[in-house]
T-cell receptor, first 115, second 113 residues
Framework: ETGVTQSPTHLIKTRGQQVTLRCSSQ?????VSWYQQALGQGPQFIFQ???????GRGNFPPRFSGLQFPNYSSELNVNALELDDSALYLC??????????????FGPGTRLTVL | AQSVTQPDIHITVSEGASLELRCNYS??????LFWYVQSPGQGLQLLLK??????LVQGIKGFEAEFKRSQSSFNLRKPSVHWSDAAEYFC???????????FGTGTRLQVFP
């Protein structure tokens, strides 16, 4: 039991809409990372938040944005949805910090389908 | 740029047989290396990790992996596979000053009774 939860489990949206995905990290974990896993692919790093500030970003456009809150919850927001945004979105929490080698604990993911 | 290659997309083994899943990485500095397992509908579970020291790393569920710098490899092994090991396996490298992980494309393991 990793203690990382995500909601909702599944979501269907149409192209052009906006979506918010939620993650609840393990208590005490200061870092949350978000990954996109397209079908048949490995997860791709979207961005990371450490103590409520963005701490690294992958090759994703600005319409992917995030928030981290003091209560160990976080959000991933995607605007102007495109068909290619259909994927499993994973969040991972860790104790975190710069040069961290802490283990990342993954949630079960949110499956987003864009029609 | 950092990258991870898992050459085998799909592997099928019989229950009780040995297993080796291949992973090659490209990274300029000393890598942090990980193996994760993903069962259908589940998130990723860490099997083992290598940061430094002994190049043979023991993990959970009877898995081990060996770091070979000269071959840029971090292959995952298990001496005797169980049917419950059927899943998708991902190798990943930790990239520098964040917890960012770079994953390979995964190897799907199928186990026959």
């Amino acid at each position: 039991e990793t203690g990382v939860t995500q909601s909702p489990t599944h979501l269907i949206k149409t192209r052009g809409q906006q979506v918010t995905l939620r993650c609840s990290s393990q208590s005490g974990h200061n870092t949350v990372s978000w990954y996109q896993q397209a079908l048949g692919q490995g997860p791709q790093f979207i961005f990371q938040y450490y103590r409520e500030e963005e701490n690294g970003r992958g090759n994703f456009p600005p319409r992917f944005s995030g928030l981290q809150f003091p209560n160990y919850s976080s959000e991933l927001n995607v605007n102007a949805l495109e068909l290619d945004d259909s994927a499993l979105y994973l969040c991972a929490s860790s104790l975190g910090g710069a040069l961290s080698t802490d283990t990342q604990y993954f949630g079960p993911g949110t499956r987003l389908t864009v029609l | 740029a950092q990258s991870v290659t898992q050459p085998d997309i799909h592997i099928t083994v019989s229950e009780g047989a040995s297993l080796e899943l291949r992973c090659n990485y490209s990274y300029g500095a000393t890598p942090y290396l990980f193996w994760y397992v993903q069962s259908p509908g589940q998130g990723l579970q860490l099997l083992l990790k290598y940061f430094s020291g002994d190049t043979l790393v023991q993990g959970i569920k009877g898995f081990e992996a060996e770091f070979k710098r000269s071959q840029s490899s971090f292959n995952l092994r298990k001496p005797s596979v169980h049917w419950s090991d059927a899943a998708e396996y991902f190798c990943a490298v930790g990239a520098g000053n964040t917890d960012k992980l770079i994953f390979g494309t995964g190897t799907r393991l199928q186990v026959f009774p």
